[in-house]
């Protein structure tokens, strides 16, 4: 008997290293939805067989696995509660966590902690079709995580379509893209990547699936309606959005007539304390020439104003931008400089630096959407 339990009568039981077994609860419970439509999408599927574990989470959309490179005592599948066996993953204390299910009950025991939860069959979960293309692009899971950061603060969080990041295989590279009209955010990575349809994928599945991906080699693969993201030990697999998408690399393509390189903190540092003195989002930038850029603003609590060396020397030109919209952008600059792009006529501003480009509608001609 172990923990007051027999072999024959185990649905399930598994050991394995407490730190392998939060950062495999961690991974699977990005895709728990806040308010499950089914009551079943509400549990961590977990399925031991002599292959190894998965522990999987998913809200009917999106799907994410997590493997577990561990030979199980007793195979079996259980679903847990999963909100719940997240939260309770932070107070294992031992070397190693055991869960033992017999019954309605699963025992989970780490060092000191000694956990009680509730289960359900496992065959009760619901099952997922893999795409048609498997291993389609191979990419830098890091890079891959750090491009997704960088453009995500541009989708929308209203429309359907635009709450998106759009994959665009092409020019021997992957393209991923986000707009909500006011800003749109332009980045790329890798080599050799072969030409292939877009696809559309929910910008929050992306953000979940950035925050825990780990190190190594992501292969991504899509079909008309599933798309899948796989790195050793996490897969996700995710419905496509359906829809018209706007054709980014036309915009991109504008040439610029006037241009400055600012120091990115400079400027961030700026924008902040025009919006906080100020209190509103909207800041005026004044190019008047001495190679200087003015940020400032004017609000019912105060106003703020700074210069910021930006190498300009062309005619005075002023934009109106939102402050949210120039944080964001800049935050997603690799380097400690970044090149300030304006469109003629003056109808947006643009941050370029290598393959990152973020570009922002200015008020001043808030009729001229991008």
Not at 76 to 99: H, N, Q, W
Not at 115 to 133: H, K, M, T
Not at 265 to 292: L, N, Q, T
Request: net charge negative.
């Amino acid at each position: 008997a172990r923990y007051g339990l027999t072999v024959d009568d185990a649905q399930m039981i598994i050991t394995a290293g407490r730190q392998e077994v939060q950062a495999a609860i961690t991974q699977a419970a990005q895709g728990l939805p806040a308010h499950p439509a089914n009551p079943v999408h509400a549990g961590m599927l977990i399925s031991a067989s002599p292959s190894g574990i998965a522990l999987t989470a998913g809200d009917g959309d999106v799907i994410f696995t997590a493997q577990l490179d561990v030979i199980p005592e007793v195979p079996g599948k259980v679903i847990l509660p999963g909100r719940m066996l997240a939260d309770i993953s932070g107070y294992f204390t031992g070397e190693e966590v055991s869960i033992d299910c017999s019954g309605s009950r699963a025992e989970i025991i780490s060092g000191r902690s000694r956990f009680s939860l509730s289960l359900a069959p496992g065959d009760q979960y619901p099952s997922w079709d893999i795409p048609g293309e498997t291993g389609l692009i191979t990419v830098d899971a890091q890079s891959f995580a750090a491009a997704v950061k960088q453009v995500s603060p541009a989708a929308s969080r209203t429309s359907a379509v635009l709450r998106t990041i759009r994959l665009t295989p092409g020019d021997g590279k992957l393209f991923l893209a986000a707009t909500n009209h006011s800003a749109l955010g332009v980045t790329s990575l890798g080599e050799g990547v072969p030409d292939y349809p877009p696809a559309l994928v929910p910008v929050s599945v992306m953000e979940r699936f950035a925050r825990v991906v780990p190190e190594g080699d992501l292969s991504l693969g899509w079909d008309d309606s599933l798309i899948s993201m796989s790195v050793p030990g996490l897969q996700v697999i995710s419905r496509q959005v359906q829809g018209k998408y706007p054709e980014w690399q036309k915009i991109t393509a504008q040439e610029p007539g006037l241009s400055a390189t600012v120091n990115v903190k400079e400027m961030a540092k700026a924008v902040r304390m025009a919006s906080v003195v100020a209190g509103v989002d909207r800041i005026e930038f004044c190019f008047a020439g001495g190679g200087m850029m003015t940020v400032r603003a004017q609000g019912s609590s105060g106003s703020s104003q700074e210069e910021i060396p930006s190498g300009y020397e062309g005619d005075a030109a002023l934009f109106l931008l939102g402050a949210q919209l120039v944080l964001e952008g800049l935050a997603g600059c690799p380097g400690e400089t970044v090149q300030l792009k304006f469109t003629e006529p003056r109808k947006a501003v643009y941050f370029r630096d290598g393959t990152y480009v973020w570009m922002m509608e200015s008020y001043i001609a808030a009729d001229n959407r991008l």
